[in-house]
Each structure stands twice: as C-alpha cells, then as structure tokens.
C-alpha cells in the first residue's frame, strides 16, 4: 500500500508537471494564435494593398500598351516621314542640279559652301570647286562689291533682302548681268545659311541695248527726214541772212569804190553782216543739233520752256507758222527737267507739225490756231501739251496712233508718233492724245522734274 501510494505520488506529481506543461503549451498556443491572427490581419491588409497594386498595375499596364501602340504608330509615321523626306530631299537636289538658275548656300559671311552646276556654267567655270570657298564679291566688277557687303550685311540682321542687280567676269573674262536675291534658311542641324537664287539676265539686258539703239537709229533716220521735210523752209531761212551779207557787202565795195565811206559807215555794215551771220549760224546750229546721233547726247537738266522757245525756233525758220495763229501759255517760273534735250525736241516737233496737217485739214490757208502750253502738274512732274483746232481724231484712232506703222497721212511712215511715245516713257513720261472740247485734238506728255533719277 505504502509502494501504491508513492506510485500514485509519482503519478500525481508527473500529472501535475504535465497539467503545468499542458498549461504553458495552452500559453504559448494561444500566443500563437494570437500572432497568427496578427499574421492574418496583416495578410489581409497585404493582400487588400496587392489587390490595389494589382489594380493599379492592371491600368497602368493598359496604359503602357496604349502608349506602346502610339509609339509603334509614331515610329511607323517617322519612318514613312523618313521615307517622304528622303523622296523630298531627292527631289529638292534633283531641282537644285536641274535648276537653271544660279544657286549658292552660302555661311553667314557669304563665302559660297555650295553651288549648283547652273552657276559653273553661267561662271564659265568647268568644276564647283573653282567657286566653293569664295565670294560673289570676289566675282563682280569693282563698283558693285559695296552692294556685296551691304547685301549680306543686311540678309544677318533682318533675315532677308531685296534683290540687287550687278555686273560679273565670268572666268573667261565676259561680262554678265546678274539679280541676286538672297534668303536666310535653316538646315536639318538648325544652322543658318545664306541661299541666293541668281538669275542671268545677260540675253535680256543685251537685247535692251540692241532694240535702244535701233530705237535711236530709227529716231535719228525720223529726226532726218523731218528735217529733209523742212529744208525747203530752212534754206528761205537762210537764204534772207546771206542775201542782206551779200547786199551789205556790195554796198561797201561800191561806196569804197566812189571814195564816199568812211570807217565808221564800214564799222556800222560790218555790225550789221556780223548780225546776219549769228542768224545765218543760229539756224544750222539748231539743224545741226536736231541731226546729231543720240549716241553724242547726254543726259542734263533743262528748262522746260527753253526747250519749247528752241523748238518754236527751229520751226519757226522753216516757215512752219505763216499760215496758222501761234499762241504760247507757258509756265511763269522755270521748270528744270533731266532729259535728252535733241530727243525732246524731236518729239515737239512731231506733235507740232502734226497738229500743222490738221489744222492745214481744216482750215483755208491764213487761218487756224496753235497753242502750246507748260504746266506744273504737281512736284514731280511736268505737262507739255500741244492744242490745235484742226480736224480732231477720229474715235478709233485714239488707240491705234502709237502703234507702229499706223498713219493717216499719204505716204506717211506710221513710226513718228510711236518713236515720240518711247522717247518719253523713256524718260519716265507718258504721251496721251485725245479730242479738244470745241474742236481739234490735243497731244500732251509729261516728265519727271529736276530730282527725279534717270529711268
């Protein structure tokens, strides 16, 4: 019994360790539960956050499929970009090699970096190099490299420039006339470059001199056969000055012959021959300047009015006004006018004397007026008109008379008014015609007064 009860001792004692071992795995499973729960909450919160994520990466990854399609989609259009900008850039060189026009890219400087073959060929070069790495400046005549300079000056500060006009030597030493119109652009690099598109006018301006100096032959030929007209009249003109030469002269030698003349009787004939001769010289100096070439007439400034009191001159020895009433209303001060003074006065009396045919149409011999008039238009320009009261223009001639070859004169040539209309748009004028109210037809053209530049 006592061997029982230490056994149930022993028993008790171990079921009290393992009650107190039971008790301590209670703790530290509730402990665990505990954490586990912890473990559980923080799971949900996690996985509460991952479904956000996931959330937030589902659209985001749309998003990034989106813009991954655009991409694709832009890097298609760069490509066909790519490919446009190669076709234009094959283009734009094939039109810069076919181009007949000169064509540089030049620095900003305007030392040629490009050159296209038009430019070798107007420079009567045989390769580009000849010309890349120089200036146009080095090219044109000495009196035009001030436009040069002022031309790429100008094309820096404000992008681009008004064409200029020069005159180059080519490398064969012929002389060409160039417009050069320059432009400030932007290469793929985004440098800036000079491009000058050049175009020779070489032909043209060739072309020019050669119908302006048939024109001036033509005028000369017309100025001529006016005069041819008028020679009957001129020598009447000059036929009076040498028959009074001739008489004073006679008297002389017979008074010297009679002893009855004394030195002041010879001083006073001798004033009076010398006083025919001028006349005698004044009309074939007038003649004579009718007739010159143009080629020996220069430009300078004028009176108006001298001009027209010269003309009426002229005329007015060959006898053109015997006939008819001549009236003159000229401005009261002078009015200076830059002209060829020959050709002005060869287109007066082309109006006048036509004006004479309409008026001798018109009118019984003894009868009809003339009146030539000047007047300031404003201050710029000048009006020279011519007014008869002749037989008028017909209603279709008023836009037929400048016409070349155009006449209602037997046996005329149809090229004086013509002439005349070129002579003054030459000289930065115009020449109209049209009815007079009562009746007759004035003739008038303007000019540009003193100060205004030479066409």
């Known amino acids: 019994l006592e061997t029982s009860n230490e056994e149930l001792q022993s028993t008790y004692e171990e079921a009290q360790s393992t009650n107190e071992e039971l008790y301590t795995s209670s703790e530290e499973l509730q402990t665990s539960n505990e954490e586990l729960q912890s ?40 490509k066909w970009a790519e490919a446009r900008l ?4 094959a283009k734009l060189a094939t039109i810069f090699r076919s181009q007949p026009n000169w064509i540089n890219i030049c620095s900003l400087d305007g030392i040629i970096q ?56 080519t490398f064969k030493g012929n002389v060409r006339w160039l417009e050069i119109r320059p432009v400030l652009i932007h290469l793929d690099n985004d440098e800036l470059r000079i491009m000058s598109i050049i175009v020779d006018h070489t032909e043209r301006v060739l072309t020019q001199n050669q119908l302006a100096e048939r024109q001036q032959e033509l005028a000369h030929i017309m100025r001529l056969n006016t005069l041819g007209e008028m020679a009957s009249g001129i020598a009447h003109e000059l036929n009076q000055p040498l028959s009074a030469i001739a008489n004073y002269i006679r008297g002389c030698e017979l008074r010297m012959k009679g002893d009855g003349c004394s ?49 009426l ?13 001549l009236s003159k209303s000229l401005y009261a001060n002078p009015i200076m006018v830059n002209v060829n003074k020959i050709q002005i006065e060869q287109v007066l ?36 008109s011519v007014i008869d009261d002749g037989i008028g223009l017909p209603e279709d001639y008023a836009s037929k008379i400048f016409r070349p070859f155009f006449t209602s004169k037997k046996g ?6 013509p002439i005349s209309s070129s002579i003054i748009e030459a000289h930065g004028g115009k020449l109209e015609a049209h009815n007079n109210i009562s009746q007759g037809a004035i003739f008038s053209f303007t000019l540009p007064t003193k100060g205004t530049q030479r066409p």
């Not at 190669?86 to 850039?89: G, K, S």
């Not at 080095?138 to 490299?145: I, T």
Request: with cysteine.
């Open 39 to 78: 473990t559980n909450e923080e799971l949900r919160t996690v996985n509460q956050e991952l479904s956000v994520k996931s959330s937030e990466l589902e659209t985001t990854n749309l998003q990034l499929k989106a813009i991954n399609d655009r991409l694709l989609h832009e890097i298609e259009e760069r």
């Open 86 to 89: 190669e076709i234009e850039r």
């Open 114 to 169: 490009e050159i296209n073959p038009a430019g070798v060929l107007i420079m009567e070069g045989h390769s580009p190099e000849q010309l890349i790495g120089r200036s146009m400046r080095d090219f044109v005549l000495p009196e035009y490299r001030k436009e040069i300079d002022k031309c790429v000056s100008g094309i820096n500060d404000v992008g681009e420039f008004h064409a200029i006009e020069v005159k180059i030597s």
């Open 263 to 311: 030195e002041q009787e010879i001083s006073e004939v001798m004033q009076l021959v010398s006083t025919q001769v001028k006349r005698a010289g004044e009309i074939l100096r007038y003649a004579k300047d009718f007739t010159r070439k143009d080629q020996d007439i220069e430009w300078h400034e004028h009176d108006i009015n001298a001009i027209v009191h010269e003309t």
């Open 313 to 325: 001159y002229l005329l007015d020895t060959t006898e053109q006004f015997k006939q008819i009433q």
């Open 349 to 384: 009396v082309n109006m006048v004397l036509n004006a004479l045919d309409a008026i001798r149409e018109a009118h019984p011999p003894g009868s009809g007026m003339l009146q030539i008039r000047t007047e300031r238009l404003d201050q710029h320009q000048v009006k020279v």
């Open 412 to 417: 005329g040539m149809g090229m004086g008014l």
